[in-house]
Nanobody
């Protein structure tokens, strides 16, 4: 069974940077979308950033201009560069892959904690 493994989380001061990575344990066909979600304590999981197979990116308003999502298709890996971090960015961050062939299938990582201190 394919697993997504995240890394790069940790504790950082406000204004600092972190880079998250998410890699698949084995090759996945036709990953259409690679995404990062986050979930803060007591809140619903929210979509942070998306990168399509064609390289189109989208961001939530709360992170636009500060976060950058990118993907390496050869490695089935997605990255999230987070700059100018704020305490409100504190959450568990999850990667998500949406594959469309040979069947529609969604994959989730186990989550990595990001804590931003003020």
């Amino acid at each position: 069974q394919v697993q997504l493994v995240e890394s790069g989380g940790g504790l950082v001061q406000a204004g600092g940077s972190l880079r998250l990575s998410c890699a698949a344990s084995r090759y996945i066909f036709n990953i259409d979308l690679m995404q990062w979600y986050r979930q803060a304590p007591g809140k619903q999981r929210e979509l942070v950033a998306t990168v399509s197979s064609g390289g189109t990116t989208n961001y939530s308003d709360s992170v636009k201009g500060r976060f950058t999502i990118s993907r390496d298709n050869a490695k089935d890996t997605v990255y999230l560069q987070m700059n100018s971090l704020k305490p409100e960015d504190t959450a568990v961050y999850y990667c998500h892959y949406h594959s469309t062939w040979p069947a529609i299938k969604d994959y989730w990582g186990q989550g990595t904690q990001v804590t931003v201190s003020s």
